[in-house]
C-alpha cells in the first residue's frame, strides 16, 4: 500500500469521521439523509515525475487501452474525477452552444488532435440525453488529454 493510502486509511479518515460524528452528536451538523455519510473521496497532490511528456503518453495509452481507469488518471494528477468530468461536459456544451450561437461548426473554436473535423462537428447534432451522436460519437473523447 503506497504511503499515501496509509497515512488516509490509518489517520485521515477515521479522524474525519471522529470529528464529523462528534459534531453531529453535539448538534453542531445535521442529522445525516443517508447511512453512507461517513465515505469520504480523498484526492492526493499530483505525483512528481522527471519525464513528463514520456508519462504522460503512456497513461493516455493506459486509459486507451482500458489498463487505467479515468478516475485513476485524475486522481494521480490530484484532481477530482467528478469535478473534472463535470467541468469537461460543460466546456463541451459550451462549444457546442457557442458555435451554434454564431453559426460556426464547433471544430473553429475546438479540435483535439486526431479527431476528424467531421466527428466534432456532428457533436453539434448531440442529445443532451444520451451524451452522442446518432453514429455514437461522444464529443471531446482524448482522456489522455484533459
Request: net charge negative; proline share 9%; with cysteine.
Amino acid at each position: 500500500m503506497a504511503r499515501q493510502q496509509v497515512l488516509i486509511h490509518r489517520l485521515c479518515s477515521p479522524t474525519w469521521a471522529y470529528v464529523i460524528a462528534n459534531a453531529i452528536a453535539n448538534g453542531e451538523l445535521p442529522s445525516p439523509k443517508t447511512d453512507n455519510w461517513h465515505r469520504v473521496n480523498w484526492v492526493t497532490p499530483r505525483r512528481v515525475t522527471v519525464d513528463a511528456g514520456r508519462e504522460a503518453t503512456a497513461n493516455q495509452k493506459d486509459i486507451e487501452m482500458g489498463i487505467k481507469s479515468l478516475s485513476d488518471h485524475y486522481a494521480e494528477q490530484g484532481m477530482s474525477f467528478t469535478e473534472e468530468t463535470e467541468r469537461r461536459a460543460a466546456d463541451a456544451r459550451f462549444i457546442i452552444d457557442t458555435a451554434a450561437k454564431f453559426g460556426v461548426p464547433p471544430s473553429w473554436i475546438y479540435r483535439p488532435s486526431n479527431t476528424p473535423t467531421a466527428d466534432i462537428d456532428s457533436a453539434s447534432t448531440t442529445s443532451p440525453a444520451s451524451g452522442s451522436t446518432a453514429d455514437g460519437f461522444v464529443p471531446f473523447p482524448n482522456p489522455g488529454n484533459p
